[in-house]
């Protein structure tokens, strides 16, 4: 087999241990071979946790390609650390749900997806922030933070993607919680609900269709109130989002803003992309438009005639 041509110089792969794909990690070295990287940047971490260290350590080296092999969380944590860097990203969804990949395009697919990262098409993406750190799927607090913490206590590995059912069954009794919401310092909520969320693209946990309308390059965040209680009113709003109209719900209230303040009547734990995080009475959120470079599949140019 003929050796390719050098096609690009220095590469960092960023990888969790525990998380895999095709023929795994071993299979990814051989297609990076077979794509002349002039110099390879390997980082192996056991905890996403521990992926930002070692992406401030290869961004010394001056990468022109940071690979994150990983979930959500991984990707998470690896553009939080990669924010208005300028390096282009290439994500490998090795992960339980794949939710960024999934939104981009980026299919389950190793050579595929490694295809992507080196030949695909480099597009700014927005990023949202909260409490000083970013996320590139979603945020929440309430419902959906909890349904999320208690799926991370080992179930998640267990179970895979019904981890998120199984955890969301016990939570849709949940209490009511006090909640004040600004958005571009215009308050915009005031009342009890169940669950906030702030997205920057349109499917989130468990493959739901929450924002409709969402897109990750148009300089805002989604966000979206939910006053369900129960089984019967949670089930009301999930059929609603499984039409594809989540603003139709009479338990939901939806716009967009570029900042969010959100001031809690109790403390509750809040998550980004799928990742438990603290426990807060408040949440500052907003957006930061083409905070990061990622590489997706090239797009196709319309056709003349289905217009």
């Not at 929450?210 to 109130?225: H, N, T």
Request: aromatic share 6%; glycine share 12%; net charge neutral.
């Amino acid at each position: 087999m003929l050796r390719q041509k050098q096609s690009v110089g220095t590469v960092a792969v960023i990888a969790h241990q525990k998380k895999s794909l095709g023929g795994g990690l071993d299979e990814l070295r051989r297609l990076l071979a077979d794509e002349g990287v002039g110099k390879l940047l390997w980082y192996e971490v056991p905890k996403s946790k521990k992926a930002p260290k070692q992406v401030r350590k290869a961004l010394k080296e001056s990468p022109e390609l940071v690979l994150v092999w990983g979930g959500d969380g991984m990707v998470q944590r690896c553009v939080d650390a990669l924010a208005g860097s300028g390096v282009t990203v290439g994500v490998i969804p090795a992960g339980t749900a794949n939710l960024f990949a999934q939104n981009l395009g980026i299919p389950e697919d190793l050579p595929e997806a490694v295809r992507i990262a080196f030949h695909g098409e480099s597009r700014k993406l927005d990023l949202g922030m909260v409490n000083g750190e970013h996320f590139a799927v979603m945020a929440g607090v309430g419902f959906d933070a909890e349904m999320i913490k208690d799926a991370d206590r080992g179930l998640k590995d267990k179970l895979g993607r019904a981890a998120y059912v199984w955890t969301g069954l016990r939570h849709v009794r949940g209490e009511l919680v006090q909640m004040e919401v600004k958005i571009d310092g215009v308050k915009w909520f005031e009342g009890e609900a169940s669950c906030l969320l702030l997205g920057n693209v349109g499917t989130i946990t468990g493959g739901i269709e929450a924002f409709d309308d969402a897109r990750p390059d148009d300089g805002w965040l989604e966000i979206g109130v939910t006053t369900a209680k129960g089984p019967i009113q949670w089930a009301r709003v999930l059929g609603r989002m499984s039409a594809g109209r989540s603003d139709e719900s009479p338990f939901v209230r939806m716009t967009r803003a570029r900042k969010i303040t959100v001031k809690l009547g109790t403390p509750m734990t809040y998550e980004l992309d799928g990742g438990a995080k603290g426990v807060v009475t408040e949440l500052k959120a907003k957006v930061v438009p083409c905070g990061i470079t990622i590489r997706v599949p090239v797009q196709k140019p319309a056709d003349p005639d289905e217009s």
